[in-house]
C-alpha cells in the first residue's frame, strides 16, 4: 500500500514535471516566434552548457558570453539559470563521486600494499606470487609487485598523450629520481641479505656466531626480508598515493587509475598467453654434453 | 637400458627443470663426495685434487651456459625459477645467486684465523696438514686481489640493477604511449632487454668464480668450491624444508 501511494507520489511529480516542461516549452516557442534573435542567444546557450558538461576540469575553454539583461527575456533567464543550476549541481555531485571512487580505489591498493605476511612461507609468496605468470612478474615486478618508478612513468606516459603540461612532467621526473633514490637503497638492503644474510642460514658452511635450532635461524633471515618486502611495499602505496593525491588532478587522476588497472589486467593475461605460446622453457641438449663450454 | 639411451641421445633437448635437477643430483651425490675425499688425508694427491677442482668448476660453468641457453628461449622463466624451492626463490638475484655471495663466501675464508674450534676438531681431523693451514696467513697478494675482484662487483651490480629497471620502465613507457593491441610486441621487446641483463649477470657470476679459483691455490680453492657446493646442497635439504613449508609461527 505505502509503495502505492509512493507511486503515486512520484506520478504526480511527473505529472506535474511535464505540465511545468509542456508550459516551458510553449513560452519558449511563443517567445521564439516573437525575437527570433531570443533564438541565436538560446543556441548559444546550449552550447556552453553542452561544453560545461563536457569540460573536464583541465579543458577549460572560452569564455561565457555576456547577455544583455531585459524585463522581456527575465523568464527565460530565469529558466536558463534553473537548468544551468541543475546541471553544475550534477557536475559538482560527479566531481564528489570521483573522489570518493578514488579513495576507494586507493584504500584497495592500501588494502593489497599492506597485506602482512605471517609466515616464512608468506615472504616467498610475496616476493613471487603464484597467482602472477613468470612473463608478468618479469615484466613489472620488483619485489612481488609493481616498481614504483614505473607507476610514475605509466602517470607520466598517460600526462604526455593527453595534455600539454610540461610543468607536471617536470614534476613527475623529479618525482621518478626521488624514487628511483629509494628503491636503489631498498636494492641495497635486498643485496646485503641474499649475499651476506643468506651465509647465516641453519645450512651455511661458515662458523656463524649464534646458535639455535634451525628453523629459529631460518626465521630470523626471513624476518630481515620481511622489513624490506615492507618497505617496498610502503615505497610502492606512497607512490601511488602521491601521483593520485598530490601530483594529477581529480581528472588525471582518476584516468590514471583507471589505465593502471587495465593495463595490469590487460598484462597479466596476455603473460599467461605468453606463456603457453611459449611452452616450458628448454635447453638444447648439446649444449649439457660440454662441448660448447668455456668461460 | 640402451633403448632408453638411444631415446634420449635422438632428443634434441630438453626441459631446463629436468636438467637442472640431473646437475643438482651429480653436484650432491657425484662431485661433491669425490672432492671430499680427495681432500682427505688418505687419499691426498695433488694431480687428483686438482681434476676434482677442474670438474667442479667445469660442472658450474655448465650450468650458467645451460642457464643463458634457457634464457636466450625464455629469461622470464629463468627469473622466477620453478625448479628452484621456496627458501632458495626467497634469495635469488636475477634468478640465480648474487654475484656478492661469492666474494662473501672466500671473505669469510681470509678472515677465518683463528684455530678450529671443538666442533669442527672432526671436520679437520680428516683433512691433511695442507688442507687446515690453507686458509693460515693468506698472502697479502690473495687479499688485495680478493679487494679488486670486489671493487669491480660494486660497480657491475647496481649498473646491472639499473639496466633491469630501465628495461622494466621502457616497457611501461611504450605501453602508455602505444595502442593496447601491440602489448605483444612491447613485452617480447622488453624480454629481449632482459635476457641481455641475465646473461650479463651470468658471465658476471661465472668471471668471479673463475677469478676467485685463478687467485687462490689448490687446496683454497678446493675448499672454496667444497664450501659453495655444501651450500647449495644444504638449500635443499628435504627435512628443513618440510619444516619450512609447514611453518605456522608468525615471523613478525
Known amino acids: ?295 | 637400458m640402451w633403448k632408453v639411451a638411444l631415446f634420449k641421445r635422438k632428443k634434441t633437448s630438453k626441459p631446463f627443470k629436468e636438467f637442472y635437477n640431473e646437475w643438482f643430483a651429480t653436484l650432491a651425490t657425484t662431485l661433491l663426495p669425490s672432492l671430499r675425499h680427495a681432500l682427505s688425508p688418505v687419499f691426498l694427491s695433488p694431480v687428483i685434487l686438482s681434476t676434482q677442482v677442474e670438474l667442479m668448476h667445469h660442472h658450474f660453468r655448465s650450468y650458467y651456459d645451460a642457464l643463458d641457453q634457457a634464457a636466450a628461449a625464455d629469461v622470464a622463466q629463468c627469473l622466477n625459477p620453478e625448479w628452484r624451492n621456496s627458501i632458495e626463490r626467497s634469495f635469488l638475484w636475477l634468478g640465480d645467486l648474487h654475484p656478492y655471495l661469492f666474494t662473501n663466501l672466500i671473505r669469510s675464508f681470509l678472515a677465518d684465523q683463528e684455530p678450529p674450534v671443538d666442533e669442527n676438531v672432526t671436520k679437520f681431523l680428516d683433512k691433511s696438514w695442507h688442507v687446515v693451514m690453507a686458509w693460515k696467513n693468506p698472502s697479502k697478494t690473495l687479499t688485495s686481489r680478493v679487494d679488486k675482484i670486489e671493487c669491480g662487483l660494486r660497480l657491475m651490480v647496481p649498473a646491472l640493477a639499473s639496466r633491469w629497471r630501465n628495461a622494466q620502465s621502457a616497457f611501461v613507457e611504450n605501453l602508455g604511449r602505444c595502442d593496447k593491441a601491440a602489448i605483444g610486441e612491447i613485452l617480447a621487446a622488453e624480454m629481449e632487454d632482459m635476457v641481455g641483463v641475465f646473461v650479463d649477470a651470468n658471465r658476471l657470476r661465472r668471471s668471479i668464480l673463475a677469478d676467485i679459483l685463478s687467485t687462490t691455490d689448490l687446496y683454497q680453492a678446493a675448499l672454496f668450491l667444497e664450501a659453495l657446493a655444501e651450500f647449495l646442497v644444504g638449500f635443499k635439504d628435504q627435512k628443513l624444508l618440510n619444516e619450512f613449508e609447514k611453518c605456522k609461527i608468525a615471523i613478525n
Open chain 1, 1 to 295: 500500500m505505502r509503495r502505492a501511494s509512493s507511486q503515486t507520489l512520484i506520478q504526480r511529480f511527473q505529472e506535474s514535471d511535464r505540465e511545468e516542461q509542456a508550459r516551458n516549452e510553449s513560452k519558449k516557442i511563443k517567445l521564439k516566434d516573437e525575437r527570433k534573435t531570443q533564438q541565436r542567444i538560446g543556441d548559444r546557450i546550449d552550447d556552453i552548457t553542452q561544453q560545461v558538461t563536457c569540460m573536464t576540469i583541465y579543458k577549460r575553454k572560452g569564455k561565457r558570453p555576456c547577455e544583455e539583461f531585459s524585463w522581456e527575456n527575465h523568464g527565460l533567464h530565469r529558466q536558463e539559470m534553473r537548468t544551468r543550476a541543475a546541471r553544475l549541481e550534477k557536475q559538482l555531485k560527479a566531481r564528489w563521486s570521483i573522489e570518493q571512487l578514488i579513495d576507494e580505489q586507493l584504500s584497495h591498493f592500501r588494502a593489497i600494499y599492506i597485506r602482512v605476511p605471517t609466515t616464512m612461507k608468506d615472504v616467498t609468496q610475496l616476493l613471487m606470487p603464484k597467482e602472477a605468470s613468470a612473463h608478468e612478474l618479469a615484466a613489472t615486478s620488483w619485489l612481488g609487485d609493481w616498481r614504483p618508478t614505473m607507476i610514475l612513468e605509466l602517470s607520466r606516459s598517460l600526462i604526455q598523450s593527453s595534455s600539454d603540461s610540461a610543468g607536471l612532467e617536470q614534476v613527475l621526473l623529479q618525482l621518478i629520481n626521488d624514487v628511483r633514490i629509494q628503491e636503489a637503497v631498498i636494492d641495497e638492503e635486498m643485496a646485503e641479505i641474499q649475499a651476506t644474510c643468506v651465509l647465516h642460514l641453519p645450512f651455511s658452511p661458515l662458523r656463524v656466531e649464534g646458535s639455535g635450532p634451525p628453523l629459529a635461524r631460518m626465521q630470523s633471515e626471513f624476518k630481515k626480508i620481511h622489513r624490506v618486502v615492507t618497505k617496498a611495499q610502503n615505497l610502492r602505496l606512497k607512490t601511488v598515493e602521491l601521483v593520485v593525491k598530490k601530483v594529477l588532478s581529480k581528472t588525471d587522476a582518476a584516468e590514471f587509475l583507471v589505465a593502471f588497472t587495465r593495463f595490469q589486467d590487460a598484462i597479466h593475461h596476455f603473460a599467461i598467453q605468453y606463456k603457453l605460446s611459449k611452452g616450458t622453457v628448454s635447453v638444447p641438449v648439446k649444449v649439457l654434453g660440454g662441448s660448447s663450454l668455456g668461460n
